[in-house]
Nanobody
Framework: QVQLVESGGGLVQPGGSLRLSCAAS????????MGWYRQAPGKQREWVAT???????VYADSVKGRFTISRDNAKNTVYLQINNLKPEDTAVYYC???????WGQGTQVTVSS
C-alpha cells in the first residue's frame, strides 16, 4: 500500500532554512505528481507546492520565492527546501500523492526565536 514518511522538521530561528524529505513506497513514484501541504495550529490544511512527474513545479503565492520542491526518482523521495523561514511558516508539513487521499504522518516545523 501507499506509504509516505516525512522527515526533516524542527525548531528553527526566523531567517533559517530547512529541507524536508518525504520517502515514498507502495506505488510507482516516478510517474506520479507529488505535493506538499501544511497545517498551522487552528487552521485548515493548505496546499504549498506540487511537482509533476516531469518535474514541473507550481507554488502557492504565499511561499513563492522561498520554497523549492524537488524530487529524486532514484530514491523515491520528494523534497521541500524552505529558506528565509518566518514565524507564519510554523505548521505540520505533509506530503501527498496528488489525486489521492494518501498522506504521510507529517513533520513539525516551528519557527521561533
Amino acid at each position: 500500500q501507499v506509504q509516505l514518511v516525512e522527515s526533516g522538521g524542527g525548531l528553527v530561528q526566523p531567517g533559517g532554512s530547512l529541507r524536508l524529505s518525504c520517502a515514498a513506497s507502495g506505488f510507482i513514484f516516478s510517474i506520479n505528481a507529488m505535493g506538499w501541504y501544511r497545517q498551522a495550529p487552528g487552521k485548515q490544511r493548505e496546499w504549498v507546492a506540487t511537482i509533476t512527474r516531469g518535474s514541473s513545479t507550481v507554488y502557492a503565492d504565499s511561499v513563492k520565492g522561498r520554497f523549492t520542491i524537488s524530487r529524486d526518482n532514484a530514491k523515491n523521495t520528494v523534497y521541500l527546501q524552505i529558506n528565509n523561514l518566518k514565524p507564519e511558516d510554523t505548521a505540520v508539513y505533509y506530503c501527498n500523492l496528488q489525486g489521492t487521499g494518501a498522506w504521510g504522518q507529517g513533520t513539525q516545523v516551528t519557527v521561533s526565536s
